[in-house]
């Protein structure tokens, strides 16, 4: 809950909490089929933004539920905090930055002049080099255009790109491209044994450019490099392209400066899909399609700045979800789409949510003394059906699902698109409805909340709407619960750790000592 320096909003955000609160006692009366009986019910939840049609009308709140979570966005200053954000103000406390995203999708006043150009110059290069690797222009140095190129990234530096580029299939028309993130050298080695290395780029991508993964997996990419193509240092060759935000380390490692994208501090990793970190994009679906994708965000952005609190959509989200997770204590948050090539988008949502919005410290440096953000996950439907739903549907766990599907899919056959949309949808009205039976085993308790995602279609534009839909309501929880939604500190021990481990350090306790025995990690 926020704690507002402001002490008369302070109070009134106290007592809607505590009214909130009052209500989750009685929270297992709200009967989900009886709401959406009132007239206007669905007319109030579901939201037309064109291209993106969202249905929250099977959620588990009642009007006056929802008029206390919007009067708490009020009291929490939700907005006037999202235009901190978009004028470039410092709402990345502990490391000093803004958190400058939004002006990615639409780089215009009241942005600062300097940020604005720097996007704008990123940006032409980004359609230049992109070109000229899809229309062959681009070179190896035996004269071979370009066929594959390799993403080395992780994390924010992986998961956009990679999941952007599977989910949009049907646009891509450029080279292969291939994405590798974790450590474990199998995923690294077994892709080069199927590469040419005399068509092959290999992509840097990170924010720093201190990241120890990618750093050995780019290392392993160069030593093949030189062996395959026989060259000393390729990093310096048409073989090797960096995206980070530290051109100097880039430089360093001896990329030229022509070969080096960059992108704003004020980029956060996770953030960073709409950066130059978007070059495999790029690369893979043309420069136009990365322009639709972001006006698609921007088109959210919009929405989420200007319509009325009671239809704007990433706020009515992420309020809908501080009720179950603040109020009824419900502690995770699935999504399910009902796309194969959105598989991709749970991972890439788990560390926007979960990345941004999993602290337990206040942005005053208090302790939290409410929950903060939930465990996001999910996969695909129908899989899903046949592996998990049976807790969804007779569990003893409340866990609310968000579902995502797309009307048309012209990758798809009609008689196969409408059984996916049917299972969508027939799951969604079974956990809800459920079923009496006399057989307890057959029995459904129904009263199961969910939303309904629907894009008319899966493209670069409905994409960005998607993506920006989620952020913002991951903004909006992390702005009611007063926490810094853009660092992530609690990645470090561990990498502090690891580093320990790989130095020699001997002062472990015992599971762990007897762990780094076993594995040959120390003697
Ligand atoms: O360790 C977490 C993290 O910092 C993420 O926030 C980030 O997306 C990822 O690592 C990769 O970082 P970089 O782009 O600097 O390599």
């Not at 809800?432 to 894009?455: C, E, F, I, W």
């Amino acid at each position: 809950m926020s704690t507002t320096t402001d002490t008369s909003s302070g109070n009134s955000t106290r007592d809607t909490w505590a009214k909130l609160e009052t209500l989750a006692t009685d929270a297992t009366s709200i009967n989900i089929a009886e709401q959406l009986n009132l007239p206007a019910r669905l007319d109030r939840l579901s939201i037309d933004l064109g291209r993106l049609f969202v249905d929250l009308s099977k959620h588990a709140v009642t009007e006056e539920i929802l008029e206390l979570l919007l009067a708490l966005a009020e009291e929490s200053q939700v907005l006037e905090h999202a235009r901190r954000m978009i004028t470039g103000q410092t709402v990345n406390t502990s490391e000093n930055r803004p958190a400058l995203h939004m002006g990615l999708r639409n780089p215009a006043p009241p942005l600062p002049d300097e940020f604005i150009e720097q996007v704008k110059a990123e940006q032409t290069k980004l359609d230049s080099l992109s070109r000229q690797i899809r229309n062959g222009a681009w070179t190896g140095i035996t004269g071979e255009p370009i066929t594959d190129v390799i993403n080395i990234g992780i994390g924010g530096s992986d998961l956009g790109p990679k999941m952007v580029v599977q989910a949009l299939r049907e646009f891509h028309t450029g080279p292969k491209v291939h994405f590798i993130s974790n450590v474990d050298g199998a995923e690294i080695l077994s892709l080069l044994k199927t590469l040419n290395a005399a068509s092959t780029l290999v992509v840097v991508s990170s924010k720093t450019f201190t990241t120890a993964e990618t750093l050995l997996n780019t290392q392993t990419a160069l030593d093949w490099l030189e062996v395959e193509l026989d060259v000393e240092k390729p990093q310096s060759t048409a073989h090797c392209i960096a995206i980070t935000s530290d051109r100097k380390k880039a430089q360093s490692f001896g990329i030229p400066d022509q070969h080096i994208l960059t992108f704003p501090d004020s980029i956060g990793g996770r953030y960073s899909v709409w950066s130059s970190i978007g070059f495999s994009i790029c690369i893979a679906l043309g420069f136009d399609n990365f322009k639709s994708f972001l006006s698609g965000a921007a088109q959210v952005d919009q929405h989420f700045l200007n319509a009325p609190p009671e239809k704007n959509v990433p706020l009515l989200m992420g309020l809908i979800g501080i009720w179950y997770n603040n109020f009824m204590k419900v502690q995770t948050h699935a999504v399910i789409p009902y796309c194969e090539r959105l598989g991709l988008f749970v991972d890439y949502l788990q560390q926007l949510d979960m990345e941004s919005n999993g602290k337990s410290t206040t942005l005053e440096g208090d302790s939290v003394n409410s929950e903060t953000g939930p465990i996001v996950w999910g996969q695909t439907g129908t899989n899903g059906q046949h592996a998990f739903f049976q807790l969804l549907h007779q569990g003893t766990k409340l866990a609310p699902v968000d579902f995502i599907g797309a009307i048309f899919d012209d990758l798809s056959k009609p008689e196969h698109h409408r059984v996916l949309l049917a299972n969508m949808i027939a799951q969604s009205e079974a956990l809800m409805k459920g079923q009496v039976n006399a057989d307890p085993h057959r029995q459904y308790p129904g009263n199961r909340p969910s939303a309904t995602l629907l894009l008319d279609k899966l493209d670069p534009e409905s994409l960005g709407m998607l993506l920006a839909l989620y952020e913002q309501k991951v903004f909006v929880q992390g702005a009611i619960w007063s926490i810094n939604s853009f660092d992530q500190w609690g990645v470090e021990l561990g990498k502090q750790l690891t580093n320990k481990i790989l130095g020699g350090s001997s002062e472990h306790d015992p599971s762990t000592s007897a762990l780094l025995k076993k594995t040959g990690l120390s003697d």
